[in-house]
């Protein structure tokens, strides 16, 4: 029984760690929450210099060729620190939709500018007010042009390269090239900036086949939810620490409310749920490194668990808090903020529960 | 990662494996939901033949030193036989508190003599060992119980009543715990002896549960007269003694096997009607089915962190805390959720396919919530030991017991 990562891949995430908790503290999260910068600048390089956003790329490309095991333990610890930098859009939406649906051609060019920070890339599938479904797209593909609006798209306004889905295809967007007009949007977590893109006749190339958007796109979510997954459980855990401290030193009634059982139970059950999250999501990793036919079932339930695990610890570190929690002032905005953007990014427990229960009814059929 | 053997354990296991399959019936697939009762009086006669089958063979306790009958081996081994002796038609569950809470107290406290005579027969099943700690008014808070053991010449009386008593009707010894002096406070009027079940003054009634089974008992005590040699550590640190026995719980990393889980409920969901179609496409009840999925997912997958450690030889993280509060609550309301997709048929005991099945978790449920601690006094030692929260006020710490309220 092997069910953990190795000492090696610790020793990874305990200096990403580092390198986060000395620059990265929640005041950089705070600047970039209340400034106009699209991302912390300073943080990002020095995770590019750490060698973050080339970790899963294969050494043919021009990356470290590690496994997504390595890509896991870093993913929590961006997660844990809630960094404002673009892990989620470019090191993992746009790297992986690149290697999992990719030509050559497209994989030489932008792989290796991603391995070295020269290029962020991000994802664009949603438009507006629907959950996006086949049904609810209207951006169309043809003839090398695409035409629609996306909203919202995280990093839409730096990134050099957008991934888009169309109503049946996703394609690639060179955004510096092409006719594209960006807009930043205001969304409930401005440490993550977004942006709207409208696309006319901008000039695009299909990834992958043309009626293979949605497959791919699963797939993509597949490997998405587990890498996110691990970020949700590093800031739940954040969240459910920063709970704790504060239960320890805030006194009410002549004692620590920690000693309140009332505190005392939801903290624990803060650990119950990060600790099941932490559990589905390592089998999700194991599945994501090994490309087990378990992936869509493992994958599905660490969504869900992480999701439950993130949101419950960070509205619940705020519930602790008490009334000083709810200022402007006070760091647990950030976790609560972060728990649900990345609670709905790729889809909200809803539609990956049912996701669920029809994986797992072919699993059983099958 | 992956969840294999190392091969020292993958070796380990095919030996318990010939050894199994030489001596028991392996289960057929329709038995593995099989638990052996052990409310049936042949069945202990079975189980005490299989102890002492086991114990011959060295597996009856594979952690312990040579010396007392086990094989100095590690965890790993003893959750590997158990793993694999769960694929066999034997009955269990007879020796677990002798065997994992008593004996390691007597091996902490007992005199080499005392080893002598009490190890070995309890190890082959010949002696079977209960737990006398629980009173109808000390549960949770143990160390408010009131059996009093007084001194008298060389030896001790005790007067009072236990409960909860697992196997007590059927058990020869049981250590116990008593208030030696209530001048003092709680904690520190404790001592703990050991006694034969066939002391004169010893009564054993049976509780009925509400689920019909009767596996506990009240224990009553009118002046049972026992040696001072049967104390184990010292008078009036019974508490210290207590924590041995608790610390000694059986290895937290089994869930309860067997009964029905999420594949049962997906195919009660399947060939129920609702009035929209299959119950199976109600997004309600997919809902709840994910939930319980992720969660019967998350336990086997935690069990499986702290098995990691305990085959790399390392002590196991605090992660295993969460199996308990999350499996009781879930057992009870996935029991509860099965009834209602039956529809008024739910009350039925018969005729309704799976429906014994899951009012025997929705039932069993309420009890396991409160079994080898509450949910509540569960999440109190995750908040304290894993969070590092503080107690909570204890009003009658310093409180001599004979002024409490």
């Known amino acids: 029984m092997n069910f953990d990562f190795s000492d090696d891949q610790k020793l990874l995430k305990e200096q990403v760690r580092k390198f986060l908790a000395d620059k990265c503290p929640m005041k950089v999260v705070r600047r970039v929450l209340d400034g106009n910068e699209a991302f912390a600048d300073e943080v990002w390089k020095g995770l590019v210099e750490l060698g973050v956003p080339a970790t899963a790329i294969p050494e043919a490309y021009g990356g470290l060729g590690l496994s997504p095991l390595e890509l896991c333990v870093v993913a929590e610890e961006i997660g844990r620190a809630a960094a404002p930098v673009p892990f989620d859009s470019s090191v993992v939406l746009a790297t992986e939709a690149l290697k999992l649906g990719g030509s050559e051609a497209q994989k ?198 992480a999701t439950e695990a993130y949101d419950f610890a960070a509205k619940e570190n705020i519930q602790t808090h008490g009334g000083i929690g709810f200022t402007w002032e006070a760091d647990t905005q950030f976790h609560l903020r972060r728990a649900k953007l990345m609670a709905l990014n790729i889809g909200g427990p809803m539609a990956w529960k049912d996701k669920l229960v029809n994986r797992l009814e072919q699993k059983n059929a099958a | 990662m992956d969840f294999n053997d190392t091969p020292e354990e993958a070796a380990f296991r095919r030996e318990v494996r010939a050894w199994l399959d030489a001596n028991a019936t392996r289960k057929s697939d329709d038995q593995k939901s099989f638990r052996a009762r052990n409310d049936d009086p042949n069945l202990l006669k079975k189980a005490k033949e299989w102890q002492a089958k086991k114990a011959a063979a060295g597996y009856a306790r594979i952690t312990w030193p040579k010396e007392y009958g086990g094989r100095g081996g590690s965890p790993i081994l003893q959750v590997i036989y158990q793993q694999e002796e769960s694929n066999y038609l034997v009955p269990l569950g007879f020796f677990d508190i002798g065997l994992g809470m008593c004996i390691p107290t007597m091996m902490a406290y007992a005199s080499p003599e005392q080893l002598k005579r009490y190890v070995k027969p309890a190890l082959y099943g010949e002696e079977v060992w209960c737990q006398l700690f629980s009173e109808p008014a000390a549960g949770s ?7 009093r053991a007084e001194r008298d010449g060389d030896g001790w009386v005790i007067n009072g009543q236990k409960v909860w008593t697992s196997g007590a009707h059927y058990c020869d010894y049981g250590i116990i ?82 009964g029905l889980d999420v594949d049962e409920l997906m195919e009660l969901a399947r060939d129920t009607e609702l009035e929209d179609g299959p119950a199976i496409r109600n997004q309600q009840v997919r809902s709840r089915i994910a939930d319980w999925y992720v969660q019967q997912q998350g336990l086997k997958l935690t069990r499986f962190r702290t098995l990691t450690a305990l085959s790399k030889g390392q002590t196991p993280g605090p992660e295993s805390s969460i199996i308990k509060i999350v499996a009781a609550p879930k057992m009870q309301d996935m029991g509860a959720f099965a009834m209602e997709l039956m529809g008024p048929a739910g009350i039925m005991k018969e005729d309704v396919p799976h429906a014994a099945g899951f009012q025997a978790q929705w039932v069993g449920g309420a009890g396991f919530r409160i079994a080898g601690g509450t949910d509540e006094i569960l999440r109190n030692i995750v908040a304290e030991r894993v969070l590092g929260l503080p107690q909570d006020v204890r009003v009658d710490k310093d409180v001599p017991f004979n002024k409490m309220k």
């Not at chain 1, 007009?181 to 696309?199: G, S």
């Not at chain 1, 059982?261 to 600790?275: F, G, R, S």
């Not at chain 2, 184990?232 to 096997?257: D, Y």
């Open chain 1, 108 to 305: 030489k060019r932008w792989l290796p500018l991603l391995a070295e920070g020269k290029a962020i890339g991000t994802l664009a599938v949603a438009e507006g007010a629907q959950p996006p479904r086949p049904r609810t797209i209207s951006t169309t593909y043809g003839g090398g042009r695409l035409n629609g609006r996306k909203v919202p798209v995280a990093d839409g306004d730096v990134a050099t390269f957008a991934i888009v889905m169309s109503k049946n295809a996703l394609v690639l967007v060179d955004l510096n090239r092409a006719a594209v007009t960006k807009k930043r949007v205001e969304t409930i977590d401005p440490a993550r900036k977004h942006a709207e893109l409208v696309f006319n006749d901008a000039s695009a190339e299909l990834l992958g086949g043309e009626n293979e958007g949605w497959r791919l796109l699963e797939r993509l979510y597949d490997a998405a939810a587990v890498y996110f997954a691990f970020a949700q459980v590093g800031g739940a855990e954040a969240a459910m620490y920063m709970a704790r401290d504060y239960a320890l030193q805030r006194q009410a009634f002549g004692r620590p409310i920690g000693s309140y059982q009332a505190i005392k139970h939801k903290l624990a059950d803060c650990y119950v749920k990060l600790e099941l999250a932490r559990s589905n999501a390592y089998y999700g990793a194991m599945m994501l490194s090994e490309g087990g036919a378990d992936l869509a079932v493992a994958a599905a339930a660490a969504r869900i668990a």
């Open chain 2, 141 to 147: 808070d143990v160390a408010g119980i009131r059996t």
């Open chain 2, 177 to 258: 715990i008593t208030r030696t002096d209530p001048s003092v406070p709680k904690h520190q009027g404790l001592t703990m002896f050991f006694l034969s079940m066939k002391t004169p003054g010893i009564e054993v009634r049976p509780i009925k549960q509400i689920s019909g089974g009767a596996n506990f008992n009240e224990v009553f005590f009118t002046d049972v007269r026992i040696p001072d040699s049967h104390r184990l550590g010292k008078v009036g640190e019974g508490w210290k003694a207590a924590l041995t026995t608790l610390m000694n719980e059986r290895l937290a990393v089994g869930l309860p096997s067997g």
